[in-house]
């Protein structure tokens, strides 16, 4: 059976940093590269970031270079998001996606709050 997990959601200041996971299960993990996608409030889904199964080689949309860093850890079918200098705009749910797949999991609310 084909799961997604994200986890490490949460309510933080600007400025604060937070590190997700997507810990995946019942497909071979370490053949795809993983994007992270964030949806806010009343918009559409957005790729944020990527970690490909090359060299981990990685790309982030504008929105999010230089603050955010996307990680893999195939022994552990888990990949990781570390965000920092977290802003208000950054609240959203964020999902992680198997590139070229359909699976998804629930995603993990970010919330940036004073």
């Known amino acids: 059976q084909v799961k997604i997990v994200e986890s490490g959601g949460g309510l933080l200041q600007p400025g604060g940093s937070l590190t997700l996971s997507c810990t995946a299960s019942?497909?071979?993990?370490?053949?795809?590269?993983m994007a992270w996608y964030r949806q806010a409030p009343g918009k559409v889904r957005v790729e944020i970031a990527t970690?490909?199964?090359?060299?981990?080689?990685?790309t982030y949309d504008e929105s999010v270079k230089g603050r955010f860093t996307a990680s893999r850890d195939n022994g552990k079918n888990t990949a990781y998001l570390q965000m920092n200098n977290l802003q208000y705009e950054d609240t959203a749910v964020y999902l992680c996606?198997?590139?070229?797949?359909?699976?998804w999991g629930e995603g993990t609310q970010v919330t940036v709050a004073a």
């Open positions: 996606n198997p590139r070229t797949t359909n699976l």
């Open positions: 019942g497909y071979p993990f370490s053949d795809f590269a």
């Open positions: 970690i490909g199964t090359i060299r981990d080689l990685q």
